[in-house]
């Protein structure tokens, strides 16, 4: 299973990695990976994303999927 990371804002900065592609042979969810990939702790409300949709971390991936996480959104 080929996965695509991808990560946004301040995420980029505190987890060092812009995007990187993931070969994984067990079911993975966005939770998942974000624990294999960091040693950062899951900000509060991280939001991610699969395949352009807003989604949940518990999500099941499929091969091809792209996740990409942000972080929580703010606004004024």
């Keep these: 299973m080929t996965i695509k990371v991808r990560f946004f804002a301040s995420l980029r900065e505190s987890v060092k990695l812009n995007e990187v592609d993931l070969e994984w042979a067990d079911t993975q969810t966005p939770h ?45």
């Design 32 to 76: 998942t990976i974000w624990a294999q990939l960091t040693t950062e702790a899951e900000p509060d409300n991280l939001l991610c994303a699969i395949n352009q949709e807003y989604s949940t971390l518990d999500t099941d991936l499929n091969d091809g999927d792209e996740v990409a996480f942000f972080p929580p959104v703010t606004g004024g």
